[in-house]
């Protein structure tokens, strides 16, 4: 009994051929590297589209892919207005003669009404002793800024400077009866 057909070697060149054609492309990966290319024979026809990253140009070539900057969006709202300081001020308060050795309050100087003390400091003209400073309030919304003395040992000129504003309005602030 014969169990082959007779077209033997024509089926055995069909199976050569198919083994060929099947491998064919994975050898010809394997054998083609990019030695073997020829410098600038590759074309954009050539390229799948959308296969290239930034990464694969030179940085020379990213940089130049940069188009001109577009035209300036629409101006944004305006903020919110901001705390006031409109009538922010200094205010200097000299007093002359001082007597030495004074153990007590030697400056006051009171913000207009409904202001509030923002900053204040003192000297003296002729002593590097140090005054000190603080604040008080007079009545129910305006403060004041006193400078007082443990006494220098001549008489001297003190002068207290203070700054004053009216800030935002918040919550009642405590303030001491004295």
Known sequence: MRFLPRSTPAIALLVVALVVAASGGAMAAKKITGKDIKNNSVTSADIKN??????DFSPG???????PAGPAGAAGAAGPAGPGFDDFAWYEVVVDDVPANTDD??????????QLLV???AYWNNHNDALQV????IGADTMQAVA?????DDVDTVVLQYACASLP?????PHSSK
Do not use: K, M, Y
């Open 50 to 55: 959308g296969t290239l990253a930034a990464s």
């Open 61 to 67: 070539a990213t940089s130049s892919l940069v188009g």
């Open 105 to 114: 309050i030697v400056a006051e100087g009171d913000c207009p009404e409904h």
């Open 119 to 121: 900053s204040a400091f």
């Open 134 to 137: 603080s604040h008080n309030f």
């Open 148 to 152: 007082w003395s443990t006494g220098v």
């Open 169 to 173: 309005v918040q919550a009642p602030r």
